[in-house]
């Protein structure tokens, strides 16, 4: 990072002094040894930031990046490639530019970790020590409160909840049924990975049907009784694709009970069964498997942490970011895990250096496309109290107007394509 950026990134931290002149940030601090042994486990937002921005703000730490997939797919805009608009090569993001920094990028498993003699072991047997540990593990299915379906059926109702080979799946089931066809979401309860996912998917498939197969409906099978951006969703599909999504409410009927792979259908919790072409249940939701197996989860089924560090308060000197933690009033997101990333790089050189943690700030937007010139956004800046722990600011970001006429859409929707390309670029570059 060259001064001016870090100087940026440290006021978003709000403690631009403090920080900048306890983490020794300019190119004559080199020491000839490393200032601490960091590992990460998971290569994804959290991850994958995380470890970039720890190597700015210290160049002289051991960081190695634990990752099994030699390139990462990302969940963001997997929903374009569902809809015919992006292919999965342009979502996906190799290790290289890390790798040229000095990261270690070991392509592997984390397997266990033991937290009081401070170890990973991975999947190929060996063992890394480490001073400071960041879990990014993301999410895993709660597979055990779905009945009907396990994870051994995902190769023919695929939930693409994960970004990687199921988009792809389920893509080729969008593209093989027939015109007059029915596809069935069904989004689980909150929380839950992306809370304006599941619509943003009903629209890009919309827009995929409406040109190729326009007899077809896209029914969603909701959970819940409301949803993100719910009336910006709800005007941009009248206006884009008429009749042809129907949601319906939990509470009218939209709640899944039973999942039915053989008749490729679902039954509701009043016994009421549907059956479509494409069946696309997004199962309900848990911290990535290495954050259970390691013991930071507590009762809800994610990781409870200091808010202001990331630190475990199960487990010292472990911090877990991104989806797995529980994170106050930030949802579940790519653009979030990345702020809690560089918040964690903070958190750590400042703590491997004994020093004050300045007063992290937070930030997320999430854009979702309605139609390909169609782009709707919610934004927020969060900060930390010790009494209420990440919250939102008060008149901080907001949604976009509900009576914003096609030119400010089109607008969202280019700003929708230039985020995508700066956040990855901020996380993988
Ligand atoms: C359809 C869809 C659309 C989305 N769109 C948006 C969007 O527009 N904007 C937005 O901000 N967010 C979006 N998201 C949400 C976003 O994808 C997640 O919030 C984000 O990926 C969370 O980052 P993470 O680091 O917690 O997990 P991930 O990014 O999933 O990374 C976790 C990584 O950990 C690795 N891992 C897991 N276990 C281990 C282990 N034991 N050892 C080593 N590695 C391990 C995994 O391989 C994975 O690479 C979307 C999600 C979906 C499903």
């Known amino acids: 990072m060259n001064r001016v950026n870090r100087r940026h990134f440290i006021q978003l931290l709000g403690g631009a002094g403090v920080l900048a002149s306890s983490f020794g940030l300019t190119a004559c601090s080199k020491q000839p040894t490393a200032s601490g042994r960091v590992v990460i486990i998971g290569g994804g937002f959290g991850g994958a930031t995380c470890a970039k921005y720890l190597q700015r703000f210290d160049p002289d730490l051991d960081i190695t990046l634990v990752e099994p997939k030699q390139k990462f797919i990302t969940c963001p805009f997997s929903n374009l490639v569902l ?3 992006r292919e999965i090569d342009s979502i996906s993001h190799s290790y ?3 790798e040229q920094r000095g990261i270690k990028v070991i392509h592997a498993m984390a397997s266990e970790i033991d937290p009081a003699g401070k170890k990973v072991t991975l999947n190929n047997g060996s063992k890394l020590e480490y001073d400071r540990l960041v879990v990014s593990p993301g999410i895993d299915f709660r597979w055990e409160d779905v009945e009907g379906m396990s994870e051994a059926d995902v190769e023919n109702l695929p939930h693409a909840w994960n970004g990687g080979p199921q988009t792809t799946v389920l893509r080729k089931q969008l593209t093989a049924m027939p015109d007059g066809g029915t596809v069935i979401i069904a989004p689980p309860a909150n929380p839950f990975r992306c809370p304006p996912g599941p619509y943003e998917r009903a629209s890009m498939i919309a827009n995929y049907l409406k040109k190729n197969k326009p007899k077809s409906k896209v029914l969603i099978l909701d959970a819940k009784t409301k949803f993100s951006k719910q009336p910006l969703f709800m005007q941009g599909w009248d206006q884009l694709y008429g009749d042809m999504i129907e949601w319906v409410s939990g509470d009218a009927g939209g709640r899944v009970s039973r999942v039915d792979v053989a008749g490729r259908g679902v039954y509701n919790e009043l016994g009421e069964s ?6 696309n249940f997004i199962p309900p939701q848990k911290a990535g498997k290495i954050a259970h197996d390691a013991g930071l989860v507590d009762n809800t089924g994610w990781c409870p942490v200091d808010q202001r560090t990331f630190e475990s308060t199960l487990h010292p000197d472990i911090h877990v970011i991104g989806d797995a933690s529980l994170a106050g009033a930030m949802p579940k997101s790519g653009f979030a895990a990345n702020s809690q990333g560089k918040v964690c790089a903070a958190a750590i050189v ?8 300045p007063e992290p ?3 997320n937007t999430c854009y979702s496309l309605v139609g390909p010139d169609y782009g709707i956004s919610v934004a927020a800046v969060y900060r930390y109290s010790g009494d209420q722990g990440i919250y939102k600011v008060d008149g901080s970001g907001g949604v976009s107007p509900a009576d914003a006429d096609a030119e400010f859409r089109r607008k969202e929707a280019r700003y929708t394509r230039g985020w995508y390309a700066s956040i990855t670029s901020d996380t993988w570059g």
């Open 83 to 85: 809809g015919g608009m």
């Open 96 to 98: 290289q530019a890390h």
């Open 274 to 279: 549907f059956s479509a072409n494409v069946v």
């Open 350 to 357: 400042s703590a491997l250096h004994n020093t004050t943690m």
């Open 361 to 363: 700030s937070y930030v």
